[in-house]
């Protein structure tokens, strides 16, 4: 059955399949991207591909929120320059698609570390992003000294202002870091924390959280970081601790890589992987855990909700008023390679793992969100090949794709969306359940939209 999918779906795209899978940080050097907001068939069954960007670029990662006016709001750094000694510039640009119309792209920042970005609505449809940016480690409160890597350290929130401009806010300051309790390995003052952030909002309040890494330099550092949250702004931040690390207190080492959050009645709940032994910006994180807030700023004890050897690009997590939440991730390990999905109506029990897709190489890079309409849930990823222990860089342009596994009653179908692949898919629903997914150009980085109606 798949075959034949398969081979429909490819006869009717327009253009060449692309050859090359892409490293998290680098894109190849592929073509321009088409016309923005040009738009043409992505292979039968309703999808439609639009190119919203003909800049190439590094295909580092990016983020879509869908809005309460089914406007799509998507985050992306876009390369600049070669860089001199690693520090090539990015800007972190902004788009908004909505019925059919692109708006911007709009610069927010410049910076030079890519980890992490994520985008969020508030409920008057006002998006804002979050990333690592603010001033550099170092400085006059260590004896003026400036790391030549770590150019920004803090948690940064960035909010649109009418016109298209962007007003950023610093949601934690890295020179006045929390205590956290419990953690033997204390690092507190002048440190490096705001990677990896996800971002959501409850009324007008934001809430965030991100990897705090202490020093950013040692083992120590890595294996004991915590994931530390600020809620409030645009101006006025609470800071709290939502999962301590430190390997004498706990199991969790290197944890708050990769978050992801879904707001869940008003409150954050969070997912990460664990990276043990650095930023975890090439992959390689380890685990899926969880951690939740309830009403009065009392984060849950964390939960390890899969145990994996490889998690890419990180795991993802959805929510529903419904069905509950939602976690999808993906164990690279070429052993395993299994997409798996695990499930809870309350954030407390857990189903077992459902492996929803283990063929071939794939399920790289996983993206999951409910269709409203139906409160099941669907996950937008990459297949490298339809052969078992392909490595990065070798996926063959005639078996690669970029699909959907969707929740059909008590099954998973399969759903093509591009043949030509895509890196770094991330998937929303609009409120009639029409499927969207951005992600980049295996080629050369820039981004392109996929929709379908239901």
Known sequence: MRSTLRSLFFSSLLGAALAACPSPSGGGDGGTGGTTGGSSDGGGGGVQIANLTSDPSQAQSLALAVGPSDQLGIAYFQSLDAGVGGNQSYEIRYLEWSKGQLTGPETISTVQRTLGLSVAFDPAGHPAVAYLGGHPYGGPSDGGNVSNYWLQSEAMVAYRQSGGSWTEETAMDSLNDPVTPGNPYQATGNVVLGLW??????????????????????????????????????????????????????????????????????????????????????????????????????????????????????????????????????????????????????????????????????????????????????????????????????????????????????????????????????????????????????ADGHLLLATKSP
């Not at 294996?223 to 601790?241: F, I, L, Q, R, Y």
């Open 197 to 442: 952030p996800a971002l959501g909002f409850s009324g007008t309040t934001a809430f965030t959280v991100f990897r705090d890494v202490h020093f950013a330099q040692f083992p120590t550092d890595w294996k004991d970081s915590d994931m530390k949250s600020a809620n409030g702004g645009p101006t006025s931040w609470n800071d709290e601790v939502a999962l301590v690390g430190g390997t004498n207190s706990n199991e969790f080492q290197g944890i708050g890589d990769h978050n992801a959050l879904a707001m869940a009645a008003g409150q954050p709940a969070v997912i990460c992987d664990e990276a043990s032994t650095g930023d975890g910006q090439n992959g390689g994180g380890q685990n899926v855990d969880f951690v939740m807030r309830a009403d009065g700023g009392v984060w849950s004890a964390p939960q390890r909700l899969l145990s994996v050897h490889d998690t890419q690009t990180g795991p993802a997590l959805a929510w529903d008023p419904q069905a509950g939440f939602a976690v999808a991730a993906i164990d690279a390990d070429p052993s395993i390679n299994a997409l798996t999905v695990v499930t809870s109506p309350d954030g407390q029990s857990w189903s077992a793992p459902d492996p929803v897709y283990q063929s071939g190489t794939g399920g790289w890079w996983p993206s999951i969100a409910f269709d409203p309409t139906t409160h099941a849930p669907a996950v937008a990823f990459y297949l490298c090949s339809l052969e078992s222990g392909v490595p990065k860089g070798s996926c063959p342009a005639s078996e690669q794709s970029l699909d959907v596994m969707a929740k059909r009653g008590v099954s998973w179908q399969l759903e093509p969306i591009d043949p030509a692949g895509g890196y770094l898919p991330k998937i929303g629903f609009l409120s009639d359940g029409t499927m969207a997914i951005a992600y980049r150009s295996l």
